[in-house]
Antibody, heavy 115, light 107 residues
Framework: EVQLVESGGGLVQPGGSLRLSCAAS????????MTWVRQAPGKGLEWVAN????????FYVDSVKGRFTLSRDNAKNSVFLQMNTLRAEDTAVYYC????????WGQGTLVTVSS | DIQMTQSPSSLSASVGDRVTITCRAS??????LAWFQKKPGKAPRSLIY???SLHSGVPSKFSGSGSGTDFTLTISSLQPEDSATYYC?????????FGGGTKVEIK
């Protein structure tokens, strides 16, 4: 059974940092792109970032470029989203997904950016 | 960037109704089109990939069609558990983009 478990969310002040983790199991992790999307309160789904199977390519939505960094550890079946210089508009539930367009998803982790 | 336009933004239908949601891309996306179901407080659920292929475990009442720039998601017989917001997403090119969503309610 495919499982994706996000962690690392929480309350952070504007300008602060958080590191989200996504632990994967039940599939051959190193064979899949991984994706992150988010949903702000009352808003729709927004794609955030993708990382290639070997980590050699990464893509980001413009609003997070230069602030968020995606990485992965295939030995630990995990993907990480380092979020710096957080803004109020980054407040959302963040979901990690398996595959370029997300064939399976975790339950999400809530990030709240507020003073 | 490729813009994805969904319509309608919301609809209300009765149990057993056939429901169709449309999604239009601002340029051709080579059928790299996915559909998701999203319920409040729940993870997204992947329904369709490659415009018309059903993900494993998704009931056959869901179907996708279309090509080029125009796509549809159809629910053949609406049930109470289908009350949700549905999103299309293009994954032809980065940045990946979602449609604005269609909220489906049961009358």
């Amino acid at each position: 059974e495919v499982q994706l478990v996000e962690s690392g969310g929480g309350l952070v002040q504007p300008g602060g940092s958080l590191r989200l983790s996504c632990a994967a199991s039940g599939f051959s992790f190193s064979n899949y792109w991984m994706t992150w999307v988010r949903q702000a309160p009352g808003k729709g789904l927004e794609w955030v970032a993708n990382i290639k199977e070997d980590g050699s390519e990464k893509f980001y939505v413009d609003s997070v470029k230069g602030r968020f960094t995606l990485s992965r550890d295939n030995a630990k079946n995990s993907v990480f989203l380092q979020m710096n210089t957080l803004r109020a508009e980054d407040t959302a539930v963040y979901y990690c997904g398996r595959g370029t367009a997300g064939m399976d998803w975790g339950q999400g982790t809530l990030v709240t950016v507020s003073s | 960037d490729i813009q994805m336009t969904q319509s309608p933004s919301s609809l209300s239908a009765s149990v057993g109704d056939r429901v169709t949601i449309t999604c239009r891309a601002s340029q051709g996306i080579n059928n790299y089109l996915a559909w998701f179901q999203k319920k409040p407080g729940k993870a997204p659920r992947s329904l369709i990939y490659a415009a018309s292929s059903l993900h494993s475990g998704v009931p056959s009442k869901f179907s996708g069609s279309g090509s080029g720039t125009d796509f549809t998601l159809t629910i053949s017989s609406l049930q109470p558990e289908d009350s949700a917001t549905y999103y299309c997403q293009q994954y032809n090119s980065f940045p990946l983009t979602f449609g604005g969503g269609t909220k489906v309610e049961i009358k």
